[in-house]
């Protein structure tokens, strides 16, 4: 420790570099983090914060809810079922919106459920759905699109008003703030399809133990019974989106641990007649190593966490307008990831200095 540290102070300028570099890559991989989880969590945050163990869907809708179309009377028959203890009808559909007197349209996610059911998020202003046949409840997002407490808003087409009566915090479904309105509504405004049941809703909410979830198909024809991370996976791009992101951070990974093996290896180039002259009066090649993982391991650590700093920073600076959330686990993930790579880089840097010839490295001094 105390000839590396010797040795970062006497070339402050060399190591700074190294260290800004490190922290580039480093804020670069954790900003994609947080742009992957953002994106994850504004496709199915609010799938996943419904109450209850699974949703029933169609059986051919491929775990896709816009495909899937079931009657909202199979709820009483679910109920019967021994071991349900709930089985709640929800409808999920797409809209837009504008508020009265505006010709701005939003985009937004539309989610009918019943005034007394489970399906009840925190509202952080105003009431719940009250029994009012044109009360909703929206998500804050919809704020900077000028949508408050008390506002009407207008869905397009068909023109039908609604009155917002409480306001929630992240409900976003598709990347579009959920709006809460009462299940009559809600089918009220779905267009006609042929085929479709008259009190066709999207998907049962239930609630009971796995043998019971199990023998649902079987009482009810055409359904199959879907975890609700089944139904966030499916949803068009999210596993694609996913799994692109991952790739470019895992590169990420894979180009930093190129270049601090590249940096550190021609600094031990650079210093192999040191090296040699220390190996000369007794110094071990264990010393000699110890002194450049400490080097890399400080560098790499004090890279990382000026990263997650900077992506941290910049989640209060973006706020709303972008989707992107910091995850403590991918976080720890990647950072961790960072500082193995940095240490493995080190590989070539630390085989030279095991092969450093006393003799030959001093006469290539002199």
């Given at each position: 420790?105390?000839?590396?540290?010797?040795?970062?102070?006497?070339?402050?300028?060399r190591?700074?570099?190294?260290t800004?570099?490190?922290?580039?890559?480093?804020?670069?991989v954790?900003?994609?983090?947080g742009?992957?989880?953002?994106?994850?969590?504004?496709?199915t945050?609010?799938?996943?914060?419904?109450?209850?163990?699974?949703?029933?869907?169609?059986?051919?809708?491929?775990?896709?809810?816009?495909?899937?179309?079931?009657?909202?009377?199979?709820?009483?028959?679910?109920?019967?079922?021994d071991?349900?203890?709930?089985?709640?009808?929800?409808?999920?559909?797409s809209?837009?919106?504008?508020?009265?007197?505006?010709?701005?349209?939003?985009?937004?996610?539309?989610?009918?459920?019943?005034n007394?059911?489970?399906?009840?998020p925190?509202?952080?202003?105003?009431?719940?759905?009250?029994?009012?046949?044109?009360g909703?409840?929206?998500?804050?997002?919809?704020?900077?699109?000028?949508?408050?407490?008390?506002?009407?808003?207008?869905?397009?087409?068909?023109?039908?008003?609604?009155?917002?009566?409480?306001?929630?915090?992240n409900?976003t479904?598709?990347?579009?703030?959920?709006?809460f309105?009462?299940?009559?509504?809600?089918?009220?405004?779905?267009?006609e399809?042929?085929?479709?049941?008259?009190?066709?809703?999207?998907?049962?909410?239930v609630?009971?133990?796995?043998?019971?979830l199990a023998?649902?198909?079987?009482?009810?024809?055409?359904?199959?019974?879907?975890?609700?991370?089944?139904?966030?996976?499916?949803?068009?791009?999210e596993?694609?989106?996913?799994?692109?992101?991952?790739?470019?951070?895992?590169?990420?990974?894979?180009?930093?641990?190129?270049?601090?093996?590249?940096?550190?290896?021609?600094?031990?180039?650079?210093?192999?007649?040191?090296?040699?002259?220390?190996?000369?009066?007794?110094?071990?090649?264990?010393?000699?190593?110890?002194?450049l993982?400490?080097?890399?391991?400080?560098?790499?650590?004090?890279?990382?966490?000026?990263?997650?700093?900077?992506?941290?920073?910049?989640?209060?600076?973006?706020?709303?307008?972008?989707?992107?959330?910091?995850?403590?686990?991918?976080?720890?993930?990647?950072?961790?990831l960072?500082?193995?790579?940095?240490?493995?880089?080190?590989?070539?840097?630390?085989?030279?200095?095991?092969?450093v010839?006393?003799?030959d490295?001093?006469?290539?001094?002199?």
């Amino acid at each position: 420790m105390f000839l590396s540290l010797r040795e970062v102070r006497h070339a402050k300028l060399r190591f700074a570099l190294i260290t800004l570099v490190i922290v580039m890559v480093s804020a670069l991989v954790f900003i994609i983090a947080g742009l992957a989880n953002g994106l994850s969590e504004g496709n199915t945050a609010a799938i996943k914060a419904l109450p209850g163990d699974a949703m029933v869907i169609s059986g051919g809708s491929d775990y896709l809810l816009d495909r899937s179309v079931v009657s909202a009377a199979d709820a009483e028959t679910i109920t019967g079922i021994d071991g349900i203890e709930r089985a709640e009808p929800i409808g999920i559909s797409s809209a837009n919106i504008k508020t009265k007197g505006s010709a701005h349209l939003v985009g937004v996610s539309l989610f009918g459920v019943s005034n007394d059911g489970f399906v009840q998020p925190h509202v952080t202003s105003g009431t719940w759905l009250d029994g009012s046949e044109s009360g909703v409840v929206v998500d804050e997002s919809l704020s900077e699109d000028g949508v408050g407490l008390g506002d009407t808003i207008v869905v397009d087409p068909g023109g039908a008003e609604l009155t917002v009566i409480g306001i929630t915090q992240n409900q976003t479904y598709r990347i579009s703030p959920v709006i809460f309105l009462p299940l009559p509504l809600w089918q009220e405004l779905q267009p006609e399809q042929q085929g479709r049941p008259a009190d066709g809703v999207t998907a049962i909410l239930v609630q009971g133990s796995d043998q019971a979830l199990a023998s649902i198909p079987d009482a009810a024809p055409d359904v199959t019974v879907a975890s609700k991370q089944e139904v966030s996976d499916h949803i068009p791009g999210e596993s694609e989106q996913n799994s692109t992101l991952f790739l470019i951070q895992i590169f990420l990974v894979i180009i930093a641990a190129g270049i601090i093996a590249a940096f550190f290896y021609i600094i031990t180039l650079q210093k192999m007649p040191e090296l040699g002259v220390m190996k000369a009066i007794g110094a071990s090649t264990g010393y000699l190593a110890r002194a450049l993982v400490s080097q890399v391991v400080g560098l790499a650590l004090a890279g990382v966490l000026i990263g997650i700093s900077i992506a941290d920073t910049l989640a209060l600076v973006i706020g709303n307008s972008v989707p992107y959330s910091i995850s403590v686990g991918r976080m720890a993930l990647f950072g961790s990831l960072l500082l193995l790579v940095a240490v493995g880089g080190t590989a070539l840097s630390l085989l030279r200095i095991a092969r450093v010839d006393p003799l030959d490295a001093i006469n290539k001094a002199g």
